[in-house]
C-alpha cells in the first residue's frame, strides 16, 4: 500500500503480506498501540505507535504522540515525533513535528514544519527499547 509510484526499485519488504488493523473515521482513542501487522488510521488516535509494519494515516486520520514502524505514510495530521526507515508525505499531509529516516519523500503540496534527520543504518527503532524496559517484569514480583 503505497501513495507513491516506484519507477527502478522495489520495495525491500512486501508490506501485503502482513495482516491490516483499521482504526476507521469516526473513532477516536488515546493510549498507545503495538502492531506486527500494517496500520491504517482513518479515525483518531492520541498516543504511541510502534509496528514492525507500516503505518499509514489517511487523509481523514489525525494522531498525536509518536510513530515508530518500518514504513510510514501520511496523507492526514500529524503531530509529533516520527522514526522509520520509509517516511512519505503526500500531497494532502499536514505534519508537525521531528523525523528520523533513511528515506523522506514529501510530494508536492505536502506540509511539514520541524526538522528531518538521517537515520543511520545501524540505529534501531529508540521506540522498541523504550517498549522493553516498560513491559519487562520480574517473576519474584509475582504472587503465587
Do not use: H, W
Not at 506540509?111 to 528531518?116: A, H, L, R, T
Amino acid at each position: 500500500m503505497a501513495i507513491f509510484t516506484r519507477n527502478d526499485k522495489v520495495a525491500d519488504t512486501d508490506y501485503s503480506t502482513k495482516e491490516l488493523t483499521k482504526v476507521s473515521q469516526g473513532t477516536s482513542f488515546t493510549g498507545d498501540v503495538v502492531s506486527e501487522c500494517n496500520l491504517v488510521i482513518d479515525g483518531e488516535i492520541n498516543g504511541n505507535i510502534l509496528s514492525r509494519a507500516s503505518v499509514t494515516i489517511g487523509p481523514k486520520g489525525k494522531v498525536e504522540g509518536k510513530i515508530a514502524a518500518s514504513k510510514i505514510v501520511i496523507s492526514g495530521f500529524f503531530k509529533g515525533e516520527l522514526e522509520g526507515d520509509t517516511v512519505e508525505l503526500s500531497s494532502t499531509s499536514n505534519v508537525i513535528g521531528d523525523i528520523v529516516s533513511d528515506k523522506l519523500v514529501i510530494e508536492d503540496g505536502g506540509n511539514f514544519e520541524g526538522y528531518s534527520k538521517k537515520k543511520k543504518s545501524n540505529e534501531y527503532l529508540s521506540m522498541k527499547e523504550d517498549e522493553e524496559k516498560t513491559n519487562s517484569y520480574d517473576d519474584s514480583d509475582v504472587d503465587e
